[in-house]
């Protein structure tokens, strides 16, 4: 007569663990595999054995004196690093294979490499970095584009392939979110690219508003209208430059009272490109509040990056939509304003006017 023997719920739960690569099974036991004799993590990425040739310790030293050796790759008789850590050094990896990869890996490798489920994976990548893996690795996509289109050898189908798509038409599909126009256009410095423009005085000195088909692409401020109007040109050379429109007057208009009035906020679409950092860093400036302010210590914590100080202040400076994209709000940890990129004296007055709204 044949003996059933049935698989006690502890094991149950122990391999369902396995199965989903649970991080927060590591510590908690180890899994053996008898036909390899190698021992290993409830998340480690190596293929997993079969469910009859598997079996459960509850510590490293266990599976040892049962004949098993550590697996070399997860490392089970060494200590595990806290959660915190072990996620950030997943993620860590995850984008390293998004940025060097010629194809951009789909979610279920990366979830695999870090040996984690795809839910868990998206879950905790988005937790780590403020954004999912598909928008970083879009970013990441699009910022290759634009480098492989700065090569003046480069044909622009090379330089599509070149950025990780494996098809054209999946390409333009997705160029014009991308660039703002044609791959052609860009490498021209924009040309057949409309921009609308216009120039106002505010308080505080010339104001420079432009807009892409998207949004607000631009606001400028400086006190010589001519600077504005040559740092627009050198950025889309070869753009068609619109402006004395009559009709854009009104946008110019809400923006010169924003310039007055900065707690007011611009409610309309505004045109980011930056990378995926800097769209993070733009995004956690828009939601201080007005009359409010961050040092760089805060706002890198804000989103997740607490080592990240020097790049959340690359990022500040780097924003092009003065006081729309509020990164006036950020001063030193002792509260001096530090720099800003439309001038020291400028940032004074905005936080100001904002203190007294």
């Known amino acids: 007569m044949n003996v059933i023997t049935r698989t006690e719920p502890v094991e149950d739960a122990r391999w369902q663990a396995v199965l989903s690569r649970d991080v927060a099974s590591d510590g908690r036991f180890v899994y053996a ?151 052609t256009a860009y490498r021209r410095g924009g040309e057949d690219a409309e921009i609308r423009f216009a120039i106002g005085q505010s308080s505080l000195g010339a104001v420079l508003v432009a807009t892409s088909d998207k949004g607000v692409c631009a606001i400028a401020l400086a006190d010589d209208p001519e600077v504005l109007a040559r740092d627009l040109q050198d950025r889309f050379p070869r753009a068609s430059l619109v402006g004395d429109d009559p009709a854009f007057a009104a946008l110019v208009a809400r923006v010169v009272g924003l310039v007055d009035a900065p707690s007011l906020g611009l409610d309309l679409p505004l045109d980011l490109r930056g990378t995926a950092f800097q769209q993070r860093v733009w995004q956690a400036l828009r939601e201080v509040p007005p009359g409010s302010t961050v040092s760089y210590a805060d706002l890198a914590r804000r989103i997740g990056r607490p080592e990240a100080v020097r790049a959340v202040a690359n ?17 030193r940890r002792d509260g001096d304003l530090s720099g800003y990129r439309w001038g020291v004296e400028r940032k004074r007055a905005l936080l100001a006017r904002e203190a007294k709204a």
């Open 33 to 183: 595999v008898r036909t390899t004799g190698v021992y290993c993590r409830p998340t480690c990425p190596s293929r997993r054995g079969r469910r009859e040739n598997v079996a459960f310790y509850d510590t490293s030293a266990a599976a040892e004196a049962a004949g098993y050796r550590p697996c070399r790759r997860c490392r089970p008789n060494e200590a595990a690093a806290p959660a915190a850590s072990r996620h950030a050094a997943a993620v860590a990896h995850a984008c390293r294979m998004m940025d060097e990869a010629e194809e951009m890996p789909d979610l279920a490798a990366l979830a695999a490499a870090a040996g984690l489920s795809p839910f868990h994976f998206h879950r905790v990548f988005k937790a780590v970095t403020g954004i999912t893996p598909r928008a970083y690795g879009a970013a990441r996509r699009a910022r290759r584009l634009r480098e492989e289109l700065a090569q003046a050898d480069v044909s622009v189908t090379e330089a599509i392939y070149g950025a990780g798509f494996n098809s054209s038409s999946r390409f333009y599909a997705a160029s014009n979110a991308m660039l703002g126009m044609t791959p």
């Open 315 to 331: 990022a500040c400076a780097a924003n092009g939509l003065a006081i729309a994209v509020p990164c006036h709000r950020v001063v």
